[in-house]
Structure formats: C-alpha cells, structure tokens
C-alpha cells in the first residue's frame, strides 16, 4: 500500500506543475492577475508532494520492501542505513526522482523568493519551470516508476547497491550534481520568461545571476566531488576519463561558466543581451543533452547505467520540444533586443567576450568527441572510439590563451582601456611567474619538459596576476581592513575562482608529468621503492565488513628508514553480486599522495600491488572547492540579500 | 564603414577565425586518436564490405568476451594473456599489470592497444564496465547472431 501512496502523491504533484505550467503563463498572456497568483502556491504544494513520495522511497527502503522491483535491484537488508538511503538514487528510476526532487525545491525556492518581481515575470518563470517539471513527471510516472511492484513473486533478499557506489562521494555526488544540473533550469526558466515578456533589461540578469551563480557552484562541486569520488574509488588512480557520462556534465559546466561572466556584462553594462539568453538556453539543453547521453545507452559508456532505448526516445523528444521551442521563441524575439552600450577593444566587454568563445569552443570540441563515435555509427561507417589524448590535446592547445587571457582580463576596466601602463604591469608577470616557475620546478625534478614548464608557468601567471591585482586594488584604498571591505563579494569571488583555476592547472599538469606507478609483485617482507619512499609489504589479513569480506594488504610505508604510515589496501568480495572492488589505501598530503590498490593473489603467498606516487594531485579538488566557493560567496553579496529583504516585506 | 558595421565586421570575422582554427585543429587531432574499433572476428576475418584488416603496430580496440580458461598469468611477474571471442576467431590480448576487478572470465570486456601479430594485441588498457551484467554494446551487437551459429571452438576446452 505505501509504495502505492508514494506513486499517488507523484500523480498528484504532476497535476499541480500541469496547473502550474497553465494557470501562470495563460494568466500572464491574459493579464489575468488571480491566474498568475496561482503560482506559488502551485509550486509549493508540487514541491511537498514530490517530497512526500521521495520521503516514502527512502522509508520502504530503510525497511527492506523487497515487492517494490526498484528497493528489490538496489538495495539489500545486510545494507548499512546509509547507504540504503544513497541506494535511492542509485539506480536510474530513482535517481529521476532525486531529479525531480531538486527540480521541484528549486521551483519552490523561486517562488519563494520572487516577491519583487513583477507578477508577469514572476508567473512566467514559475510557470516554465512547471512545465520542465512537468515533463519530468510524466517521463517518471510513464516509464521511470521506482515504485513498481514486484509481484506476486518478488525476492527475499535484494540484490544491492553496486559495490562501487557504496562509498561516501557516492552519498554525496549525485544530489550535488544534480542540485547544479537542475538549478540551471531556473536560469533557463527566466531566460525564457523575459524572452516571452519581451523586456530583456538589466533587471532580468540581476535576477538570473545569483541562481545561476548556485546553481553553477553546486556543478562544480558535484563534478568535483565525482572526481574525487573516481580518484579514491575505482582503483586505477584517475581523476577523470572523458567518458561520456563525465562530458555529460562537464559541458554543462563550461557554457554554464561562460554565462555567469556575460551575465556580468549584460547586468553590468546592458550589453551581450542575446548572448547570455542564448548562452542560459544552452546550458539548460546540454543538461537535458546529457540526460539523454546517460540515461539512453545509446552511447558506450564504463559507467553502467540503467539504459532504455524507450526512455532514450522520450527523454530525446523532450529535448527537441525545449531546445526547439526555445530556439524558436528566441529566433521570434531577439530582433527586439538591443544593446545600448559601447566599448572598444581594449576593454573587460571584449575579454570576457573572448572568454566566452574560448568556453563555449571547450563545450563544441567536447561535445563533438562525445557525439562523434554515435554519429559515425549511425552512419554505418563502423564503431570508433575517442580516447583521452583527443581532449587532453584539444585542451592543452585552448588552455594557454584562455590562461593568459585570464591573467589580464580583471585589470581592465569597462568601455575601453589605455594598454601602455598595464602592459608594464603584465610584462613584470610573465617575468616573476617564468622565475617562480623555474626555481619551484627546477629546484624538485630532475627533467622538466618544456610542456610541463609552459603549463605549470600559465597556472603560476593566473596566481600572480590575480593576486597581484588584489593588492593593488587594496593599496587604492585608505587602509587595508577598508580595502578589504571595498571590494565587494562579487570581486573576492572573482578572486577564489581563479586561484582556484590556478590550482587545478597546476595540479593537472603537475600530476600528469610527474606521477608514478609501479605494479609489483610482493611477498610478506619485501620491499619495494618508489621515488624517496620504501613500501614493505606486511602480509595481508582478513577483513569482514556488513556485507562484503575480503582481503587487506598490510604495507608500510617508510622514508629515510622513518615510519611514514600503515596502509591497508583492501580487495573486497562482496556477498550478494560476488563482486571484486579494490578499495585503494591513500595518504593524501598537500604536496602529495602515496596510493596503494591490492591486486590478485599470486603462488606462494605473493599478491600483485599497484603503488603510485602522485604529486600535487589534491589540488585538483582543492582548486574545485575554491572554485565552487566563489559561486556560493556571491551568494552573500549586501547587493542580492538586501533585495531579498526587500522582497520578504513587500 | 561607419564604425558599428566595422565592429560588426570584425566580430564576424573573429568568430569564423575562432571556430575555423578550432575546427581545424580538431580534426587534426582526430586524425591521431580515433580508435577504430574491431571484434575478434572482424580483426581476422576483415571489417566492412572491403574486409580490411588493420596493419600490424596499428592502435585499435577490441571488444569481446573473455574465452573461460584461457587467462594465463606469469607466476613471477604482472604479465597475463588471454584470449577473446565473439563468434569465431580468438585473438590473444597481452597485458601487464592488475586487471580491472570486474574483469572475469566469460564476461565481455574491451581493450585498447597495439596490434604486434595478426591476431596478438599488446594492450595498455583493458576496460570492464562498472556494472556486473555489462556487455559492451559492440559486442553485444556482434555476438547477436551466436545462437544461430555454432561456435567454431568449444568454449570450454582449451584450443
């Protein structure tokens, strides 16, 4: 019977976001004021009931209710509570779930908190996000149920979470990932309203850009998370793969970058209009785009996921119908969009300009590997794949003038510059960055090629530029503390954010040179070394966890004859898949982590170890958290919560 | 040229600069890294209506199941060899180092590598997906016809 009420309570909420895609957007084309103040109510109560039946999922979870198929393939009793609870959007039909529970608190969020907008703009957005959930709902209720029941003959036991999503990222991944993924409907809902509105005014991108800006920074905290999750999980000592299931959330991520700094501009200057409403259409579709790459199979993946060619058709159709009936909504409107401010080459317009082309040609590369191994196979011109070297080269070829650029850009000023003092200034950066980079490259590895300088240089540029930039912004003002509080949150965030792109380039590039790994094969006592540290292998012991045993590797890790640490690199067997994981044993550190995975039992008490040694490698997440910290810091801006004050009054 | 179509003109022509190299250098770099993609029987047999066969020291990947019985491993080393079938043919894949854990044998899995004979594969990658059903796509494609014909090798015996 529950699951039944968990199913009803869906039914019910995708008839409030029907009437919350209707009453809204009719009354603001009617001027029918009482229609439009149907909105937040609407979205409100679709927001409970979607709650309540995900509060139910997670409740026959936690009670083992093996009738219903979803809990019966996901999720076992010998399964700790957690992660019962992370089971819930292990699988495909629950993870549309979590998607529409995210969905429906963002609605509920904007409802909340749009008082001060006009109630045309106001029912409009409202109403477009009804519609978005809309087409979720009935993807879930059609074809996606996590409450289907399996009977009458259903299982006793259950058949468990996969092994290799029972780890803590995996808690934390997901709802993450989608809290950003889903958060950039919001921009896509208002992008859409003030085209339908026809008024595409500062005030539009003021309103936009705080949701966005989280939006934004929950994506690079899901991507950064699953990186880490990857990094710690899987065994192979990667952070990322270019899998298509990873690209699927990283082009999101790029256009949804280059929109929040047009944002700026248009919000700032009036200008790029059409730009940034192209740029929210686009950000939102690639989300779709990617749900679509996940959730279809049509494309091969490692990544396993519940794959439907049905549901790959939906989830298509409702692409087409939100890509196309925005495309063609704004094909209709932009005429009527002007920009009215000027500005010359040297200015920040143009660079944040050229920051966009570089992103969205990020986003045109990414997307062309991604799609380009399905299309050929459409075609019937065979099955080819491409690999990791397509991205990193493309990438390290966009990165250099993107970084340079980067380092520039906070310097200018609007509409228009004078180079010559600034060029000083620049030419001072490149020398102290070539310097710094020298003496900390040179000074700890033996070879450096000339790719590695060049990179690691770009990464200590930004660093020096960004920072160099704060000082002097700080000097500008009477004291220190008063700098401080001048420069306003939206310019610290500025700040974090590149410096936290600094991180990650030198993390990437710093890691990929000088990484190094040794697979051996080790009996009790034996030694082996790696860069200044010593493993000795100790022997392995038995481990029994909740629902999985297995093996530790016992290996101690020694420099200088000192005891560095003990690391226990586990191989599990988990009980009800009979699945192998490695369960890889780290000793992170700021400047480097040691990184142990168990492979297989050898003749004669020997077992099979990978060791690898990895530089700098967190400061990928390092660099991801700042970056993610920037979006959440504007969030404190006196600018956007004393709107919001304003809003709760009136 | 009054000056906004001058700066028209020259947004125009920044933006078919940009995605011009962009293109440019992409297709190059595709040129490098596409992987074509073989089953064991199309290594042996020919891919396509020509039946082309990839050159030895050619990069690849293939994709198959892994023959039961087959895996060898060295006793002293990290060196394994196995074999791997979809509808007829083997073909040896040589690795060194720790096998992903979901690698089984009879389970699909794929491989990137070099081609050093006509049917051996020196690969520096093999792949098993996350999911314990998983078949990958290709090979599932390419086995679809394998219970209307019968193996040339009895699977269970070593050939």
Known sequence: ?650 | MNPRRKKRLFTVLAVIFGIGSAVGLTLYALQENINLFYTPSELVNGKGPELEKPTIGQKLRIGGMVVPGSVVRDETSLDVEFQLIDTGPLVTIRYQGILPDLFREGQGIVAQGTLIEPNVIEAFEVLAKHDEEYMPSEVAEAVKGIKHEKPKYNLNSEN
């Open chain 1, 1 to 650: 019977m529950i699951p039944e009420i968990g199913y009803f309570a869906l039914v019910l909420a995708m008839a409030l976001s029907l009437l919350l895609c209707i009453f809204p957007l009719w009354g603001a084309y009617t001027g029918n004021l009482r229609l439009m103040r149907a909105a937040p109510s609407l979205a409100l109560g679709q927001c409970l009931f979607v709650l309540f039946s995900f509060g139910i999922l997670i409740y026959i979870t936690l009670t083992d209710d093996f009738t219903v198929a979803y809990v019966a393939h996901h999720s076992s009793s010998t399964l700790p509570w957690y992660y019962k609870v992370t089971s819930t959007w292990g699988g495909h039909e629950g993870a549309i779930l979590l998607w529409l529970v995210m969905q429906s608190s963002w609605t509920a969020l904007v409802a909340l908190m749009s008082k001060s907008l006009p109630w045309v703009l106001r029912a409009r957005v409202l109403g477009v996000l009804g519609f978005l959930g809309v087409g979720f709902m009935l993807y879930t209720l059609w074809m996606s149920s996590p409450f289907e029941r399996l009977l009458p003959y259903f299982p006793v036991e259950g058949r468990d979470l996969n092994p290799l999503l029972q780890d803590p990222g995996m808690i934390i991944h997901p709802p993450l990932l989608y809290m950003g993924y889903v958060g950039l409907s919001v921009s896509f809902s208002f992008a859409i309203a003030a085209l339908l509105t026809g008024k595409l005014d500062n005030t539009w991108a003021k309103w936009s850009r705080p949701w966005t800006m989280v939006a934004w920074a929950f994506l690079t905290l899901g991507i950064t998370i699953g990186s880490w999750w990857a990094y710690a999980e899987l065994g192979w000592g990667g952070w990322w793969f270019w899998d298509p299931v990873e690209n699927a959330s990283l082009m999101p991520w790029l256009v949804a970058t280059a929109l929040l700094h047009s944002l700026a501009v248009t919000e700032k200057r009036g200008v790029f209009k059409s730009w940034t409403v192209l740029l929210a259409i686009t950000a939102f579709s690639l989300c779709l785009l990617g749900t679509f790459i996940v959730r279809s199979g049509i494309i091969v993946s490692v990544h396993a996921f519940a794959t439907d060619p049905d549901r790959g058709l939906y989830i298509l159709s409702f692409l087409a119908v939100v890509v196309g009936g925005s495309l063609a909504l704004y094909a209709a409107r932009v005429s009527q969009v002007h920009s009215e401010g000027r500005y010359r080459f040297a200015s920040r317009e143009v660079a944040l300009w050229l920051n966009n082309i570089f992103l969205v040609v990020a986003t045109l590369i990414v997307l062309l590997g991604t799609l380009l191994p399905m299309i050929h196979k459409e075609l019937g011109l065979g099955s080819i794949s491409i690999g990791v070297p397509f991205f990193n080269q493309m990438f390290a070829i966009l990165i250099v003038p993107f970084a340079l650029l980067l380092g520039i850009a906070p310097m200018l000023r609007w509409k228009q510059n004078k180079l010559s003092p600034l060029a000083k200034k620049w030419l001072v950066n490149v020398a102290l960055s070539l310097v710094a980079t020298a003496a900390w490259l040179f000074s700890n590895y033996e070879q450096v090629s000339a790719l590695t300088f060049m990179a690691t240089a770009l990464a200590v540029w930004i660093m020096f530029s960004t920072v160099s930039d704060l000082l002097q912004k700080i000097s500008l003002q009477a004291s220190i503390s008063e700098g401080f509080k001048r420069l306003g949150l939206s310019y610290w965030a500025m700040v974090l954010g590149h410096v936290g792109l600094a991180f990650v380039i030198a993390s990437v590039t710093l890691t990929s040179a000088y990484s190094v790994e040794r697979a051996v094969a080790m009996k009790p006592g034996d030694i082996a070394t790696l860069n200044e540290y010593q493993y000795r292998f100790d022997g392995v012991k038995e481990i029994r966890g909740p629902n999985y045993s297995g093996h530790a590797g016992v290996v101690t890790v020694l420099k200088d004859d000192e005891l560095v640490t003990e690391l226990y690199a586990e191989k599990r067997l988990y009980d009800i898949g009979m699945q192998f994981m490695t369960e890889a044993a780290i000793d992170d550190g700021f400047f480097r982590d040691l990184y142990l995975a168990l492979g297989e039992q050898m003749s004669q008490g020997a077992w099979s170890l990978r060791i690898y040694h990895k530089p700098y490698v967190r400061w990928m997440w390092l660099g991801g958290i700042l970056i993610s910290l920037a979006g959440f810091i504007v969030l404190a801006d006196k600018r956007y919560r004393r709107r919001v004050k304003k809003g709760a009054q009136a």
